[in-house]
């Protein structure tokens, strides 16, 4: 597993634009999948977006498309969320997780497919 932490989240007006990182550790980020779920109160944990190992392909919400961008950046062991246009809907603590994608083919929407979550941060959206 992967030990993983997010940053970036705040208060934002609607329409406004924020954008997240979380930072790993251990020396194998390169083989991880990397995915983003929201939370808002009272609501299942939901996904957001992901991207593949090597960051070719990335992954959406039918919600979000269109308007967040994951990526990755490998050196760094970092992969980002950048919001734009941001709902207050969006209002949830956001999520980072990781499963090793070098091993059997696993769904990227599905949250059970994930190993290793970071704590999450919290995403104010204001109408």
């Known amino acids: 597993q992967v030990q993983l932490v997010e940053s970036g989240g705040g208060l934002v007006q609607a329409g406004g634009s924020l954008k997240l990182s979380c930072a790993t550790s251990?020396?194998?980020?390169?083989?991880?999948?990397m995915g983003w779920f929201r939370q808002a109160p009272g609501k299942e944990r939901e996904f957001v977006g992901a991207?593949?190992?090597?960051?070719?392909?990335?992954y959406y919400s039918n919600s979000v498309r269109g308007r967040f961008t994951v990526s990755r950046d490998n050196a760094k062991k970092t992969v980002y969320l950048q919001m734009n246009s941001l709902k207050p809907e969006a209002t949830a603590v956001y999520s980072c997780?990781?499963?090793?994608?070098?091993?059997?083919?696993?769904?990227?929407?599905?949250?059970?497919?994930?190993?290793?979550w970071g704590p999450g941060t919290q995403v104010t959206v204001s109408s």
């Open positions: 251990g020396r194998t980020f390169n083989n991880y999948a």
């Open positions: 997780a990781a499963f090793d994608g070098s091993g059997r083919f696993r769904d990227y929407y599905t949250k059970a497919s994930y190993d290793s």
């Open positions: 991207i593949s190992m090597s960051g070719i392909n990335t």
